[in-house]
């Protein structure tokens, strides 16, 4: 599953599913630039990264 790096708060969201463009169920992508949104597999996922609390059900932060 692709997951959606934010690299200014280190906070990892999910990535919509069939959405054309970088999107998350939280709408993080709304407010933070393209620039710091990375694309992630889960597979190298960095694990200092926080989850986000509105993507993941056991995350914490935003
Ligand atoms: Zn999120």
């Known amino acids: 599953m692709d997951h959606i790096l934010n690299e200014v708060t280190n906070t990892v ?17 709304y407010n933070v630039a393209d620039e710091h949104l990375r ?9 200092t990264a926080t989850k986000c609390g ?7 932060g935003y």
């Open 39 to 47: 694309r992630v597999s889960s597979d190298s996922l960095v694990t």
């Open 54 to 60: 509105r993507c993941f059900d056991d995350g914490g």
């Open 13 to 29: 969201h999910k990535r919509t599913p069939g959405a054309s463009a970088v999107e998350t169920p939280c709408g993080v992508t």
